[in-house]
Each structure stands twice: as structure tokens, then as C-alpha cells.
């Protein structure tokens, strides 16, 4: 039994060169699971797209990256003496370390004299950073080869970076987050003489929902007499039929918000209850036979238990179900780059 995510090569790489076309000097984000692709195969993309540098989340992800990246990797964490003093890999100048205080700059520079660093600015994101006011002498004393800020999702961008940008007017190179292309060439526009270099992941790797696409295996079909009680929780079932799929809370079926198919109604009970107890009340993300059954109970660790409508024609074992699920919090058994038809 598999979940797989099929990935149509050339369009997916077609949306990641147009991303890169549109946000010049972007900084590729491989972190987390990876988008859903995994962190190694973005890797191998990241250098396909020619990038000089990649960014992770944390220093958990590091040595994976230095050993299948083998440009410049940025840790978006940032750097800690207290929790990553002892970490491998410090001594690597393909690191460039978020800092946030001159105290951790000392450190790092204890372990690797040359360090490379960039410094966090306080956005209004409020998350980590050295607030505006004393930016621009920590940016100086730090030796940093740029500084970093972290924007809320949405718009207004221009205004917030062009504060941190006359605060620290001797700072070339500005890292960003969540900015547009218009905002990005605003900036570019007002402060000609100065580098911005957007980080992306979202936008690189999820651009073209229609490139990839998750699919399930249909493992049992059988006929549900009214009332029938099945599954770890026993709850009667409508008349149909039951579909047992491959895909469960170990891919992260059912992990995120209910499918967007659910009512009003059934997202407020799920939020109430816990998306996962909800989830046999709302509509699961596996299209089966041209309809979003319902879960019979909640998603079980690797498979799920459907019920199709009585009306509804059922699939046959061994048929493929496309499953509608968010990316970022999917883990499939595998992932498959499909070459051009
Ligand atoms: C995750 C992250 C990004 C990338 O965000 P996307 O929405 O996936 O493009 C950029 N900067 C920082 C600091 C992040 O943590």
C-alpha cells in the first residue's frame, strides 16, 4: 500500500525557472518535509536552477544539506549559544548563520573565527530579532555580510523594509521574505545601490498545483449493509460501500484544516473537536469515483476507511484515487518525477 506524489518533471521545473525569472537572486527554502518532495530532492533542484544558496529552517537540517548541497546554505534559526555551541558543522564557511545578539556572535566566532553571518531585524513579524534601534550598530560590529528580515503573510512590505533600509544605509545585501515581484522591484527602484535577495519556498515549489499531484491505492472494496458497524471505533455506517485506501496520519491525511468540501458547520466542529476526531464527519481528500466520500471513522496510521454513497458506482481494487491534500504537511512513501509525455 503507497501513497505517492507524481510530479510532472518539465512543468513542475517550467513554474520553479518562471519563480526565478520573476524574483531574480532567489534564496530556494528546503525545510520541513520538504514541501512534500523532501529535502533532498529539492536540493538537487536548487542546483538544477543554478542557485549559489539554499536555506534551511534549523540546524536539525544542516548536515543534510551541506552533504547534498554543495553551494552556500543559510540556517534561518537562529544561531544560539546556548543550544547549537556543541553542533557539528559550525566550522563549515558554506554556513551563513542568523544572529539576533552580539553575544552569540562571540561565541560562534569562538568555534570558526571566520563565521559567516547575517543579522535578523525585529519586523513587525515579532518572532526573533534585534529591534531597529540598535540594528545598524550590531550589523557593523558583527562583521555581518547582510541583514534578514522576516515578513507577515499579505502586502504593505515596502514601507516596514524601506524603514530598516535607511536604518542601516551602509547594509548591501537584504534577505526577505513573503515580498512580491512589484514589491521587490519597488525596492530595487527606490534603493537602486542596494541587493535584495528574496527567500521562497512556497511559491518555488508549489507554485503549479496542476504539476503533481498525491495518489492512493484502493487496497478493499465491500458492500455496507445499513447500519453495519465496522472499524477501531465500531460506529454504524450508511448503506454503500466501504473503500479502504492507502494514506493515513503517517502521510498526514487528515492532519490538516478539513478539506475544503466541508461546510461552514463541519470546520467549526472540527476546531471544536480536533481536526482528527472530526474528520470522520467531513468529507475525506481521496476522490473516489468522481465524489469526496466520507471517512467511516478517522484515518487510521497508513490507511483509510472510505464509504461511498449506495448510489455510487465503487472502484476496484488496485485502482488509483487522487487524494486533494495540502503539501506541506504530506509525507508520502514516495515521491515520482514523471519525464515529458
Ligand atoms: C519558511 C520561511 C520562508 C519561506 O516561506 P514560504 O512561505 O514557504 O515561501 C522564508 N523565510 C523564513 C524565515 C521562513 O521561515
Redesign the pocket.
Known sequence: MALILHVQGDRWRAVQQATLRRLPGLVP?I?GNGYGFGRQLLCGEAHRLGAPMI?V?TYMELPEALACFGGQVLV?EPYRAVLHHDLPDLRSTRVVHTVTAPDDVEDLRSVQSKARVVVEGLTSMGRFGMPLRSLAAFVTSSGAEGVTL?LPLGTGHVAEISRFVEAVPDNRRWFL??VTASELGELTARFPDREFRP??????WLGDKGAYEVRADVLEVRALAKGERIGYRQRPQPAGHLVVVSGGTSHGVAMESPAAAATARQRAIAVAEGALEAAHRVRSPFEVSGVMPRFAEPPHMQCSLLVLPDHTTPPAVGDAVTVRMRLTTAYPDAVVLHPTK
Open positions: 527554502v525545510k536555506a529552517g534561518l522576516h521574505s513573503h527567500r521562497v519556498g512556497t511559491d518555488l
